[in-house]
């Protein structure tokens, strides 16, 4: 994993085309937040969107304390946070589907979370299905693989090669 790390932070360099889509998105969106979780879903072909994936990446997210628990409509925060303590999260999704972003999107914003966070839900492209050899589809992967290498945290694809580079620039377990 260092060895990948090192050599990939040495060797992997973006051309000034996606370096500048990476910096656009970055200080646009993910660098004012307080802390930044990167959640790349891998799903294949016209695989249907899975609630069940839904459901496994925010049980993840919120058991490994990643991401915050949300309440139900009326319900009083569980813990009482004064806006001045409050933290704020930026998720950034990569997936090929919207519908994963959209629906943490969502949930986020549809309803407080128990600790009284911001969170911010962030999906830079979705183009649906992979292009293989078409230039602006590369282009766009290398900057979602390099802006989730700038995350704090990392949840994965555990059959995702996109994924793994990612985790190994970032120099992180996910």
Not at 45 to 56: R, V, Y
Not at 60 to 74: S, W
Not at 110 to 118: S, Y
Not at 145 to 159: E, Q
């Amino acid at each position: 994993d260092a060895v990948f790390h090192h050599l990939g932070r040495y060797l992997f360099h973006p051309t000034n085309h996606v370096w500048g889509l990476v910096t656009r998105y970055y200080d646009a969106y993910l660098a004012t937040a307080q802390q930044r979780v990167g959640i790349q879903v891998r799903v294949f072909g016209a695989q249907p969107e899975s609630p069940k994936l839904l459901d496994q990446i925010t049980t993840c997210t919120q058991k490994e304390k990643l991401l915050p628990e949300v309440i139900a409509a009326g319900e009083p925060p569980v813990v009482d946070v004064a806006p001045a303590n409050s933290k704020s999260k930026a998720v950034l999704v990569t997936s090929l589907k919207s519908w994963y972003y959209e629906k943490m999107k969502s949930m986020y914003w549809e309803h407080a979370t128990a600790t009284g966070e911001a969170v911010s839900v962030h999906q830079p492209s979705h183009e649906e299905y992979q292009r293989f050899g078409a230039r602006s589809h590369d282009g766009k992967a290398w900057a979602e693989i390099y802006l989730l290498s700038l995350s704090d945290a990392l949840v994965t694809s555990g059959w995702s090669t996109f994924g793994y580079v990612a985790q190994g620039l970032a120099g992180l377990t996910p």
